[in-house]
């Protein structure tokens, strides 16, 4: 009987508090205003299965760039502050190396594997789509530095203002060179007391043939000049290439495995489209597969509508084993081949480890 009499109270109150606060000039109407709309955290943008629209995006509004540095010049410091300034992460976060997820590349402060984050930007009016694919800076993994720079149409050459040009900026440059990409030059903890920026500037110039004046000046750790990395990125560098009515041919540049869907595939359409529910099929291996998923990284996993010519996102495609990713491997429609991207070579097997858990199960 009493607690009848109890939920009978709550019940009442509670309508009372809704008809109260259907009043703005009621104190309680902005509380129940924010209780909806935390309740209803759908954007205007998603479909009815949360998928965002980037069709609206074509070719020329989209950019594709990677940071090429050496070890330590703070290119995963320079990608968090990008992601705050368009945000995608938020500001009052402490955020360190959101893009390095593997829990050596945070230890060791060193990028192992290329990830990727796509960003919406507006510049003189217009909304850019910019996707940063983040690249390793040790000299191990140059072959997978210059699988993510297939997908780019431009990059940023970092270098520390106090360390100068180093072994792994010389072979990151060339590596962009050789793919014909925009370098934009950018000076990163030029307020550090040992810094040296006029120096620094002058090896770039001798080095590279950099006009110093292009040479932005930054610092990561603390945003100074971060602001104009955006800008530069958008007026110098090109779109990307490609046609839409082609068929779709894109290219794979990095993977991992997900214990729920299989492996994950990045990649980079070149051509055409794919959206849930086309099958494509491997170049190298001639393996068929069906997408159960398309996206993009923003910055982890968010499913998309499609991919279009130009984007980078990522395809889920019941692929069982990772060894049937090959990183540098082109992606078609099923009965509408193309021909392979090039470049690609497959992995060969430099390090073998033996693991012994202590659980054997």
């Avoid at 607690?3 to 008809?19: E, I, S």
């Avoid at 070890?71 to 368009?86: F, N, P």
């Avoid at 006009?211 to 000049?225: E, F, H, N, P, V």
Wanted: hydrophobic share 35%.
């Amino acid at each position: 009987m009493l607690q009848t009499r109890l939920f009978t109270g709550l019940v009442t109150g509670m309508r009372g508090l809704v008809r109260s606060s259907s009043r703005p000039g009621n104190p309680a109407f902005f509380a129940c205003s924010q209780a909806r709309f935390y309740a209803t955290p759908k954007k205007s943008y998603e479909n009815k299965r949360g998928e965002i629209d980037i069709s609206t995006y074509p070719p020329e509004r989209i950019r594709n760039f990677s940071i090429i540095a050496h070890i330590d010049h703070g290119k995963s410091t320079l990608a968090d502050r990008l992601l705050e300034q368009t945000g995608v992460i938020s500001k009052e976060s402490k955020n360190k190396q959101v893009l390095d997820k593997l829990k050596v590349e945070r230890e060791r402060g060193i990028t192992v594997k290329a990830h990727s984050a796509s960003m919406f930007y507006e510049h003189n009016g217009d909304k850019y789509l910019m996707n940063l694919i983040d690249t390793p800076g040790h000299v191990d993994f140059s072959y997978e530095v210059s699988r993510s720079l297939a997908a780019c149409q431009g990059t940023i050459l970092l270098v520390d203002a106090a360390q100068g040009i180093q072994a792994q900026t010389v072979a990151n440059f060339y590596l962009a060179f050789g793919e014909g990409l925009e370098v934009v030059p950018v000076m990163n903890k030029v307020d550090l007391p040992t810094a040296e920026p006029d120096r620094t500037a002058e090896q770039i110039e001798s080095a590279f043939e950099i006009d110093t004046k292009s040479i932005i000046r930054i610092s990561a750790k603390t945003g100074l000049g971060v602001d104009q990395v955006l800008p530069a990125l958008i007026e110098k560098m090109p779109p990307p290439q490609g046609s839409k009515a082609k068929p779709f041919k894109a290219l794979l540049f990095d993977t991992w495995y997900d214990t729920y869907v299989g492996v994950v595939c990045l990649i980079a359409v070149k051509d055409g489209t794919v959206t849930r529910g086309d099958r494509i099929v491997s170049s190298h291996s001639g393996t068929k597969y069906e997408v159960t998923e398309v996206g993009i990284m923003y910055p982890e996993q968010t499913p998309a509508t499609s991919l279009q010519v130009g984007q980078v996102g990522y395809v889920v495609c019941n692929m069982k084993s990772i060894s049937e990713a090959h990183v540098g491997d082109t992606f078609y429609q099923d009965k509408h081949p193309v021909e392979a991207l090039p470049g690609f070579v497959p992995a060969k097997s430099m390090v073998f480890a033996g693991v012994f858990p202590i659980d054997a199960g």
